[in-house]
Every structure is written in structure tokens, then in C-alpha cells.
């Protein structure tokens, strides 16, 4: 059976923006790949709401991992009401009972918004949990703890991300500023307009993806360029022609990372 990865973001858009150029190394390389969407995205806009945005942005996440190959679910939970209550965890141990994860990747506790802290404590919550019998007693628990790992941020405290897996993303960066670009309620309306550059959004579909890949591009620089010595330790000299990638640091509530394990589900590193 191929490996599974699971990728939890809070809102429909954080799977692809924090692994989805390793999704599709993972998709290349036979594995299945999830994206799990915690909340259904719905105060996401400034002009748009409800239900109404919640399927659009249900429509933009299945675009998507559509177009890498991968499946996507989203949880029909408010945005921004996401709380770490034991029905939450309960749903989400029905999923990883469903879908039998190898690996999941979710964020860290530390976070401006509350909806990543709280996937990130909802995770944390069903690492062990899911193996337990007795927990949910009619949901078959698997009998392995996956391995989680948590996506990149920039917090600081209590202490910055660490890197302990990092992807080189270059020769897939097309294929992640694509996923991206398919949501467009974000990435090209409530994002400009919440930072304040929307007047510099062009309005022909390729000039937009000309216009999101270079902002991308500078935003992946800018988080590489702080992994550069973590990069440099992983790779040797190697490490110094990476421009782009993504990084994962392990949590210690899940299975060990081993280097047996890590070379089985990071089998492009090799
Ligand atoms: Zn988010």
C-alpha cells in the first residue's frame, strides 16, 4: 500500500502555501497525498461571506490538490471559531481513522491566528489518542502513532522554528505558485486588500500568475535565507544552490523520525 500524507491547515489555502511543493514530490513518488482544511474559510473576504464564500473556497482547495493529483476535505467549521473541544478532536480522529496517515504535517501551537493554534492543538490532542481501543471504541484505531511534523512560521517565542526536514522546492515552485493561484478569493482579493496592495493585482490570468510567482518567489527566498545554516548543515555545499524550500520540524508527540523513516517518506532527499 502506497504511504499516506496528511496535510491539516486551518483554512482551505494553508495546506498548499506550507507543503505543497513537497505534495507534489509526493504525489510523483506514488504516495497519496490529503489536504485537510480544519474550517471551511467562510469570514475569509472582505466583500463575501457565509456560505456562500465557504463553497467557494471549498471549490478553490479541491482546484487545488486536483491539479497536483492530491484529494482535499474541508471541515464545515466556522473560520475563526475552530476550538480545541473534545468534538473537534473526536471528528478528527474519524479522519486519521478513515484515512490512516503515515505522516501528517500541521502547524505549530505558537500563532497569531487562533484557528492554527487550535489544528495545532487538535493535532496534538490526537497523536496516541488515535491508537487507543477505547477511544472512540467503534472507529478501528490504527495501530501505529503516525509521525507529525509541523509546516513552517515565523513566530519567535517561545522559540522560532526549527528545522529538521527541508525540501528543496525549486524544480517544483511552478507547480506550488499554480495550487496557490487557484485560490484566487485569497491570494488575488482578501489578501491584497487585508495588506493593502490590492491596487497592484493585474487583471489578465497570465499577468496574475506572472505577478503571484514573483511574489511568492520573494517570499520563499526570505524564509529560506533563515534556514540557511540548517540548509547548509543537511546539504554540505549543495545547500548553497537552494533557493526555494520548504521545512518541516518535528513534533515529539508523534512516532520518531528516524533516518530510516525519513528517507522512506522523504524519498526525493535521497
Ligand atoms: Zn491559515
Known sequence: MSKRIL?????PDDPEVTAGGTGVLWVRAGFQVRYLSMTNGDTGHHLQGGGI??????????????????????????????????????????????YQPDLILSHRLWDYHPDHRYTAQLVHDCAFSVTVPNVLPLTKPLRKNPIVLYVQDRFQKPYPFQPDVVVDIGPVLKEKVAQCACHESQFFEWLPYSAGYEGEIPSGKEERIAWLTDRLKERFATATARWRDRIEEIYGTNGKSIEYAEAFEVCEYGSPLTPEKQRELFPFLA
Not at 496535510?7 to 483554512?11: D, F, L
Request: aromatic share 2%; charged share 25%; net charge negative.
Open 53 to 98: 464564500l465557504a463553497l467557494r473556497r471549498q471549490a478553490e482547495a479541491h482546484a487545488a490538490a486536483s491539479l497536483i493529483g492530491a484529494e482535499s476535505r474541508v471541515f464545515d467549521i466556522h473560520n475563526g471559531a475552530l476550538l480545541p473541544t473534545l468534538e473537534n478532536r473526536e471528528r478528527l480522529l474519524q479522519e486519521l481513522r478513515e
Open 7 to 11: 496535510v491539516i491547515g486551518a483554512h
